[in-house]
């Protein structure tokens, strides 16, 4: 399995980015994918999931109105849209999956997933 995050760059407070995290070896549409974020120095946080069988979406409290997770199963990629991007957004984005759906409380951990990608750096400036 493998997990491809792109879509990161430098952009301006109040932009908008769009990652992408395209799998292979793994159906997006029968699995849980999610993203997380980290500063360098800081822990891995949780930013948003999308969760198979029910197509639920799970978001931070800074995600929340300003960030939107999406799937296209027919490209077998996730998506991330960011939008009133703050310079507090500045982190490494990561995608992560795993085949069916985790425990409902573990959603928003990320020892639940199995497969990770590699990061995408996003840079917000003031």
């Known amino acids: 399995v493998q997990l491809q995050a792109s879509g990161g760059g430098l952009v301006q407070a109040g932009d908008s980015l769009r990652l992408s995290c395209a799998a292979s070896?793994?159906?997006?549409?029968?699995?849980?994918v999610s993203w997380f974020r980290q500063v360098p120095g800081k822990e891995r946080e949780f930013v948003s999931a999308?969760?198979?069988?029910?197509?639920?979406?799970y978001y931070s409290d800074f995600a929340k109105g300003r960030f939107t997770i999406s799937r296209d199963n027919a490209k077998n990629t996730a998506y991330l849209q960011m939008n009133s991007l703050t310079p507090e957004d500045t982190a490494i984005y990561y995608c992560?999956?795993?085949?069916?759906?985790?425990?409902?409380?573990?959603?928003?951990?990320?020892?639940?997933?199995?497969?990770w990608g590699q990061g995408t750096l996003v840079t917000v400036s003031s």
């Open positions: 992560a999956a795993r085949n069916g759906r985790p425990i409902t409380s573990e959603t928003r951990r990320a020892e639940a997933y199995y497969y």
């Open positions: 999308f969760i198979s069988y029910g197509n639920r979406q």
């Open positions: 070896g793994l159906t997006l549409g029968t699995s849980s």
